[in-house]
């Protein structure tokens, strides 16, 4: 195992989201880019929503290497006006909305007395703010035409905390309690909503908690994402395929009778 972001694609053969349309927040990289890559090899048609344009227009031509319709929009998440526009482009392409994966997201992190004002706001303002006007201007859409499924990224730490990720916690235990309240909201619709709780996954956000976190053990990033695999029941860090997996099971229709749930994808880590 090498400790460098993920970079693999997994195939599936599985064609479930054909005709569908998927919107990704967070699409560039990492989760979002494997989420929006199963969608399309799934058939679906794939809106990337991201602020990185490069790693955003990868995405699409790597959705459109499997025969998907795909788009890429700028959009920062913390803007209702930039997620109306992105929404309105894709409505005006397709005509509806079927799933969205809101993965946008990022890691900072700090010791209490660390951690200023504006770190703080600036992670709720894109991992928990950036979620809710996601889920606030697309759900009533599936609401009204042909339901759907809405799938919040929240993470291990909603669930559980270590010392030194107050407001990453804070933004990803947030996502769970609006998962649940919207989900609450959408069920007699047929909108599903979900959240997942990934564990570490080899991604850039994950290497950015390395970087940040390894000094204060006294370990180089290597060595700290090494002890974190270690932590792991399954030795190992989470591909994103695999979290992307997860996604797509919510959005099938062997999940239609799931709402409401923040399920973890950690490998057993918050059992330890
Ligand atoms: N990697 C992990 O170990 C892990 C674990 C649990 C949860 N998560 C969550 O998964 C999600 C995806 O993270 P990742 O690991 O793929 O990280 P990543 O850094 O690889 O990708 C995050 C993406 O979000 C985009 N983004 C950041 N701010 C944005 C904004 N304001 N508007 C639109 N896009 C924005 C970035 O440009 C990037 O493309 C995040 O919500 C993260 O908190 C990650």
Known sequence: MTYSSSTQEHE???????????????AAKGIGRACAVRFAQEGAHVACLDVHDTGNAEAVETCRRYGADAISVHCDVTKLEDIQRAVDEVMRRWGRIDILVAAAGIYTGGLL???????????????????????????????GCCGGSIINISSMSGKTSWPGTHEYSASKSGVI?????????MAPYGVTVNAVCPGNTRTELVMQAALKNAPREGLTPEEWLARRAN??????????????????????????????????????MVLT
């Open 12 to 26: 599936t053969k599985l064609r479930r989201f054909v005709g569908h349309v998927a919107v990704i927040t967070g």
């Open 113 to 143: 007395t660390e951690v200023s004002v504006e770190q703080w706001q600036r992670v709720i303002d894109i991992n928990l703010t950036g979620v809710f006007l996601c889920n606030k201007v697309i759900a009533p859409l599936m609401a």
């Open 177 to 185: 309690g609006l998962t649940h309240s919207v989900a609450m909201e």
């Open 231 to 268: 932590d792991c029941p399954m030795k190992r860090l989470a591909e994103p395929w695999e979290i992307a997996g997860l996604c797509a099971f919510l959005a099938s229709e062997d999940a239609r009778y799931i709402t409401g749930q923040a399920i973890e994808i950690d490998g057993g």
